[in-house]
Nanobody, 124 residues
Framework: QVQLVESGGGLVQAGGSLRVSCAAS????????MGWFRQAPGKEREFVAA????????YYADSVKGRFTISRDNVKRMVYLQMNSLKPEDTAVYYC?????????????????WGQGTQVTVSS
């Protein structure tokens, strides 16, 4: 089992930067690919970024490519999402996710474990 706790959300102006973190517990953390999803009010939860269990592969949604960077530290059991050049449309609750099968990393229904979410608000 894996428990996930996000932190680091907040309010930032458009064009600014923010880093959200995810602390994981559980002995099998390093077996999982990790991802970030987000959900804006009135919208479905959507994939943002993912990183393989080793950190050797990453994948991004087109909407954040070139602006967001995902990373992980398996020793510290941490996953990070560095967000630069933020836009008002990035406003959402950001969720950390653990997925056992990399092939399903973008699919909400295939996530094995979720964190509770952290709010990111970008003002214009």
């Amino acid at each position: 089992q894996v428990q996930l706790v996000e932190s680091g959300g907040g309010l930032v102006q458009a064009g600014g930067s923010l880093r959200v973190s995810c602390a994981a517990s559980g002995r099998t953390f390093s077996n999982y690919a990790m991802g970030w999803f987000r959900q804006a009010p009135g919208k479905e939860r959507e994939f943002v970024a993912a990183i393989s269990w080793s950190g050797g592969s990453t994948y991004y949604a087109d909407s954040v490519k070139g602006r967001f960077t995902i990373s992980r530290d398996n020793v510290k059991r941490m996953v990070y999402l560095q967000m630069n050049s933020l836009k008002p449309e990035d406003t959402a609750v950001y969720y950390c996710a653990a997925v056992l099968n990399w092939s399903y990393i973008t699919e909400v229904d295939r996530v094995n474990y979720w964190g509770q979410g952290t709010q990111v608000t970008v003002s214009s």
